[in-house]
């Protein structure tokens, strides 16, 4: 049963386009969300998060959207830059009873120079 | 500097034999974590520990095992008994009891069994 799921598995675009990662959930105990950024044989890294009770978080180049009612959060990066290229995982928890994250499958983007 | 340090970065196994993947934090975090990384398939808890001397199965424990004799050291186990095992393995540590904030990850072991 995935409860996290990243349907695509990549993503590419131009160097100072915006790029959007996409992220579906099914638990609606969910409360909190993060995206965290793995490059090639290191581990992930945590880049920005959001609570239930938000709709919007925004950190420099890098803004998280939710929509609790269609269970959906994206990742906008603006403007995208070679070095954003990497895979994004979306995580999620039932933050109020202490739950462990649930990870989806992650998305390779590629930023094109 | 406080982190999590994991080793060795790359581990080759014969079939048949056991292996142990070493996971050490000096962040002072209660709970840690043992994930593993197939392409595709995302990150996917083996087990996790939110105190000392305790643990609990993930979502795919068989052919695995741990201990959590200290607070900073969360050692897993590859048994002959996982039949897929070669893999990216990461260890994370967090400072609550299943928090989901705060994960800190080990930059991982790629296992490959020979």
């Known amino acids: 049963d995935q409860q996290v799921k990243q349907n695509s598995p990549s993503l590419s675009v131009q160097e100072g386009r915006i790029s959007i990662l996409n992220c579906d959930y099914t638990n609606s105990m969910f409360d909190y969300f993060l995206w965290y950024k793995k490059y090639p044989a290191e581990g992930p890294t945590f880049l920005i998060s959001i609570s239930s009770i938000k709709d919007k978080n925004e950190d420099g180049r890098f803004t998280v959207f939710l929509n609790k009612s269609a269970k959906h959060l994206s990742l906008h990066i603006v403007p995208s830059q070679p070095g954003d290229s990497a895979v994004y995982f979306c995580a999620a928890s039932e933050e109020t009873s202490g739950s462990r994250l649930t990870f989806g499958e992650g998305t390779q983007l590629t930023v094109n120079p | 500097d406080g982190g999590i340090t994991q080793s060795p970065k790359y581990l080759f196994r014969k079939e048949g034999q056991n292996v142990t993947l070493s996971c050490e934090q000096n962040l002072n975090h209660d709970a840690m974590y043992w994930y593993r990384q197939d392409p595709g398939q995302g990150l996917r808890l083996i087990y996790y520990s939110q105190i000392v001397n305790d643990f609990q199965k993930g979502d795919i424990a068989e052919g695995y095992s741990v201990s959590r004799e200290k607070k900073e050291s969360f050692p897993l186990t590859v048994t002959s008994a996982q039949k897929n095992p070669t893999a990216f393995y990461l260890c994370?540590?967090?400072?609550?009891?299943?928090?989901?904030?705060?994960?800190?990850f080990g930059s991982g072991t790629r296992l490959t069994v020979v």
């Open positions: 994370a540590s967090s400072i609550g009891q299943g928090t989901g904030r705060g994960y800190t």
